[in-house]
């Protein structure tokens, strides 16, 4: 069996951590997509992120709006998309983001 060529992740809000939004996001050897759903639907709630990471490995030039990078931009979400369904992931059951907010969370779970 081959090994596979990208993988998912996903984080969803907690309330106790109110900074970090939901992500969904696919790498592979060369490239790292994300984006922050908000749930139920909605938009987006920071931009999205693409990176070139064989060029780029600090992940300093964010490529989502670079023409040049729309292929493999379509060529990602597809391929999270497939690996959404093939896990059992769709439909996404995300939670929905609140207003994000910036301050630590309590001292008591840190």
């Not at 990471?53 to 979400?77: F, G, Y």
């Amino acid at each position: 069996m081959p090994w596979r060529q990208s993988w998912m992740y996903e984080y969803n809000f907690e309330n106790e951590f109110p900074y970090t939004p939901n992500v969904r996001g696919v790498r592979t050897d060369r490239w790292a997509y994300m984006h922050y759903p908000n749930g139920d639907g909605q938009p987006d709630t920071e931009k999205a992120e693409l990176y070139d990471i064989s060029a780029d490995p600090l992940e300093k030039k964010n490529l989502i709006d670079a023409p040049e990078a729309q292929s493999t931009l379509n060529e990602l979400k597809a391929e999270l998309e497939k690996i959404q369904r093939e896990t059992g992931g769709l439909p996404d059951q995300m939670p929905l983001n609140p207003q994000l907010r910036f301050e630590m969370p309590d001292a008591a779970i840190r």
